[in-house]
């Protein structure tokens, strides 16, 4: 079957830096994804990995490993205003995205 | 409008009644989907649209049904709602499928409650 695996939550203090896992088991594989879901809103858009490496983009990158079938997404220089969800998802070999239930991010002053 | 509406923003239905929502995308994008989302659980996929004049079934179609007549618009159909579909439904699209880099964009979600 497909799968995502993501932590329920996570804590982190303001100005540091965290790194949140996600691994997957999909039928085929077309890219990772990871988006960013504030309370009460709409997930959006972070990060896409199709190829082994890491992608940065600003104070977030993420890291994809196909042979693992790994992916984490770094937070550097945390804010408050980065408290939120951040999903995971894979792109199956139907070209339909696979979603993790989410890591719900709390920042602590 | 820019980006994608969705309507209405929240309500509350009684089980048995008919209902749809309605999705509305501005950004000229081929495909288009439907996503319920529960607490504790990833989005799950209801129903999807390649292009204009073809639809798909999702992970979780039963009891739902869609349309795509124009680019557009893909409103999501509940013929008689029940409680277990009481959810945040959202509508998303993008530029075409396997278009990864683009990722899918979001509209802002349906509340609904069925009791």
């Known amino acids: 079957g497909q799968n995502i695996d993501q932590p329920t939550e996570m804590t982190a203090t303001e100005g540091a830096i965290v790194q949140i896992n996600c691994t997957y088991q999909?039928?085929?594989?077309?890219?990772l994804f990871w988006y960013q879901q504030h309370a009460g809103e709409a997930p959006t858009f972070l990060s896409y990995?199709?190829l082994d490496g890491l992608e940065e983009k600003g104070r977030f990158s993420s890291f994809l490993s196909r042979s693992k079938g790994y992916s984490y997404l770094l937070l550097k220089e945390l804010q408050m205003k980065d408290s939120a969800s951040y999903l995971c998802?894979?792109?199956?070999?139907?070209?339909?995205?696979?979603w993790g239930a989410g890591t719900k991010l709390i920042i602590k002053p | 409008i820019a980006g994608i509406t969705q309507a209405p923003t929240s309500q509350i239905l009684a089980a048995g009644r008919r209902m749809t929502l309605r999705c509305t995308q501005d950004?000229?994008?081929?495909?288009m989907y439907w996503y319920r989302q529960d607490l504790g659980l990833g989005l799950r996929l209801i129903h999807y649209?390649?292009?204009?004049?073809?639809?798909g079934k999702g992970e979780v179609p039963d009891g739902y049904s869609v349309s795509r007549a124009n680019t557009d618009d893909f409103p999501l159909t509940l013929a008689s709602a029940v409680p277990s579909q009481t959810s945040v439904y959202f509508c998303?699209?993008?530029?075409?499928?396997?278009?990864?880099?683009?990722?899918?964009?979001f509209g802002p979600g349906t509340r609904l409650t069925v009791l």
């Open positions: 998802a894979a792109m199956d070999s139907n070209y339909q995205l696979i």
């Open positions: 950004m000229r994008h081929n495909a």
């Open positions: 999909t039928s085929g594989f077309n890219g």
């Open positions: 998303a699209s993008s530029e075409g499928v396997g278009t990864s880099g683009g990722g899918q964009f």
């Open positions: 649209s390649n292009t204009a004049g073809t639809t």
């Open positions: 990995n199709v």
